[in-house]
Structure formats: structure tokens, C-alpha cells
């Protein structure tokens, strides 16, 4: 960063991602030999061999046409010894039985299921403001982890008392819906310069009993986005809103009601939250109503600045990043940092696991500023 302006502080760099494509192995299919069932006919015996099995000509039975006739090499097994073999392998059957064909037909299916097991992506796991995002349950704090080859421990939930955690007093705001999304039209450019793009789609919670502003949430959404302080500001990575219903965006930024963010969510934390779900080979954020209609205490009066935390939160957690705490008394919270339940460190360690914050809690009892953007402080030239 150059220029006039000091760096006031400087978010985590956003960790390279890469957008995974779906390859549908061809079959193994091998050419299966072609059995010939037409019969051939030997010759008509003569007078002399008719009553001889062995004479040339034979009788006047039918042979298969692939059938082939080989002459017994000297150290090949004589035909009592190839009996003896014979009654051997009856005997081996006999005592076996099923079990001579299941034991091979088991490995193979222990093998075949190894191999999907290796092959099946986790299932979905909620990520949420307030839990641990090891633990694939909802509830889980923190940004979507791959290639962990652990059982994730859930996480028990917890019961404390923050008071700044509590939800402010304010506006009615929707407690339930349909359970059902919308998308909701609109579209932009291409934000940002450089880096993966990830598209992402607007939409709402049908049926809710208190209804929303839907063209605020829309133009919110995207003027958060569109700022040189969110994410794609810096040039790592780019955005651009779709609005086709049948493209598959990358994340679906929604507004729900109270019950269905607590349905998604988990229950992990007494608190009001919202959460990012993966659903497939893409996210959901679970915007909660509750919180977009009051705001939290961390941002006092300012329901504008809370709301563009709330999307570029849940928007770093797409990207991969978990929570983090204050650190340093006095500065700008860092984005990541679960705004909605305290700006202390004192506080947010009394979450412990819960909490999903990267590395352990600092001692000092640092408190932060509140704070919504990625970048806050950007080069001024």
C-alpha cells in the first residue's frame, strides 16, 4: 500500500480458492468375448467306429464351436492326478460352501465402498456467528474447512450471559416463514479487478409475518460488495450478481426469518446469529432478520454500518475464514471477529469452543472498535 494515508489495519490476505469441477468418470467397459452358440456337427460315424468313443468322427453329437482340443504335455498332471484334483476342490466346496464365494465377493465391496467413501465430499455443514467450524454441525463458527480426515467433535452448546451479545431493543422484524427462498431480480458487473470470481444470487425468505424491505436488502447487498472496502477491493478476488434461476451461484445471500436462521443456525449459542451453510457445491448465508432489523450493541445506533458487517462477514466465511479476536486494545475489530456478540476479548472467551475462534482468546482483556470492512483503510491516491 502506498500514499499519504497510514494503514490502520489490514485484513488477512483472502487464501487462494479455486472453484472444483465436477468430472463423471467414463465406465470401464472392456469387449466381452462373443460365445459362439451355433453348434457344429461332426461327421456321421462309419459303420466301424459308431460303437467306438473314441475313433475319429465320433458320434453325432453336437460340440461347441469354441471348444478346442489340446494334447497332454509330459509334465502336465496325468488324468487320475487331475481327478485327485478335482475331488480335492469338491471337498474344498463342500466344507466352505457360500463362504467360498462370499469372502472374495466381501473385498471387493469393502473395496468399492473404501473408494466412495474417499470419493464423497463432507456432507453440508452450517457456519455460524458463534461455534466451531471443525466440528461440521450447525452452529459452527468459522469459514468451510475440506480434507480433514478427523471425526469433527460437536460442540457443546453453551450457557452464558453477555449482555452486549443480547439483541437490541427496536422495530418489529419477521419470526417466521415459509421456509421457502426467492431470488430476487437485479444483476452488476464484474467487482473487482483480479482473482476468482464468485457469483452470488439476492434472495428472501417467502411467507415472512413481518415483511421486509426486499429492494433495501438487494441494494444493500450489492453496495456492500461494490465498495473498495469489501472484498473484492483489493484485487484478489472478484464478484458479479446473477440473477438466472437456473445458474448455480457460488452463494445465495438471504434474508430469513428469526426461526428459520435458529433452524439452519443451531442452537449452539442463546444469542440471535446468522450462518453460512454449504448446500452442494455452494453456500448459503443465513441472514438473520432479527439482526438486520435491530442491529447489535457493538454498533450502537449504526444499522447501516452493522448491515454491511453482516454481509461481508458472512462473505469472508465463504471464503474460507474463521473467527478471530481483537487482539490489539483500541483498533478497528477485524471483519472476522464476532461483531454481533461483543467487541471484547474477555467476552468472546467465555464462548470457548463455541466461539470458532482460530487461535486461543490473547489475556489482556483487549477491546476493539467496531468495524465492517475487509480493507477500512485504503490508499487515498
Not at 465402498?113 to 464423497?120: F, K, M, N, S
Not at 443480547?166 to 418489529?172: F, H, I, N
Not at 444483476?187 to 482473482?195: I, K, L, M, P, Q
Not at 490489539?328 to 466461539?355: C, F, K, N, P, W
Amino acid at each position: 500500500m502506498s500514499g499519504g494515508v497510514p494503514e490502520v489495519w489490514q485484513s488477512d490476505s483472502v487464501p487462494p480458492t479455486s472453484k472444483g469441477t465436477r468430472r463423471d468418470a467414463d465406465p470401464l467397459g472392456r469387449p466381452t468375448a462373443q460365445d459362439s452358440t451355433g453348434p457344429r456337427r461332426r461327421g456321421a460315424p462309419s459303420p466301424d467306429t459308431a460303437d467306438d468313443p473314441d475313433a475319429v468322427g465320433g458320434s453325432a453329437e453336437l460340440e461347441p464351436l469354441a471348444a478346442s482340443w489340446q494334447p497332454v504335455l509330459a509334465d502336465e498332471p496325468t488324468s487320475a492326478e487331475a481327478e485327485d484334483d478335482t475331488r480335492g476342490l469338491r471337498s474344498i466346496h463342500r466344507r466352505l460352501g457360500w463362504r467360498l464365494y462370499a469372502v472374495p465377493l466381501l473385498m471387493i465391496v469393502t473395496v468399492v465402498v473404501v473408494l466412495d467413501v474417499l470419493r464423497t465430499p463432507a456432507d453440508s455443514a452450517a457456519v455460524a456467528d458463534g461455534g466451531d467450524p471443525a466440528t461440521s454441525e450447525p452452529g459452527g463458527a468459522g469459514g468451510p474447512t475440506t480434507g480433514s480426515e478427523e471425526e469433527p467433535t460437536p460442540v457443546e452448546p453453551v450457557d452464558v450471559d453477555i449482555a452486549n451479545a443480547e439483541l437490541p431493543e427496536g422495530d418489529a422484524f419477521a419470526t417466521s416463514g415459509s421456509g421457502e427462498f426467492r431470488l430476487l431480480a437485479g444483476t452488476t458487473d464484474v467487482v473487482g479487478e483480479a482473482g476468482d470470481l464468485h457469483t452470488y444470487t439476492v434472495e428472501i425468505e417467502d411467507g415472512l409475518d413481518v415483511a421486509a424491505d426486499e429492494d433495501v436488502f438487494s441494494s444493500m447487498v450489492d453496495q456492500t460488495l461494490a465498495d473498495p472496502r469489501s472484498w473484492p477491493g483489493q484485487g484478489e478476488i472478484t464478484m458479479r450478481r446473477v440473477d438466472d434461476s437456473g445458474a448455480a451461484p457460488d452463494l445465495r445471500i438471504t434474508l430469513v426469518s428469526q426461526q428459520t436462521a435458529a433452524a439452519a443456525c443451531g442452537d449452539v449459542l442463546p444469542f440471535e446469529v446468522s450462518c453460512l451453510v454449504a448446500e452442494g457445491d455452494a453456500h448459503r448465508a443465513y441472514l438473520n432478520a432479527a439482526r438486520w432489523t435491530r442491529g447489535a450493541h457493538s454498533y450502537e445506533s449504526n444499522l447501516a454500518d452493522f448491515r454491511h458487517y453482516m454481509v461481508n462477514h458472512e462473505v469472508g466465511h465463504h471464503l474460507g475464514l474463521r473467527h478471530v479476536a481483537c487482539g490489539t486494545d483500541g483498533e478497528l475489530a477485524r471483519v472476522m471477529m464476532d461483531q454481533s456478540i461483543s467487541l471484547a476479548d474477555e467476552e468472546l472467551s467465555l464462548l470457548g469452543r463455541a466461539g470458532g475462534i482460530e487461535e486461543p482468546v490473547p489475556d489482556g482483556g483487549a477491546v476493539c472498535r467496531p468495524n465492517a470492512w475487509p480493507y477500512p483503510v485504503i490508499d487515498a491516491n
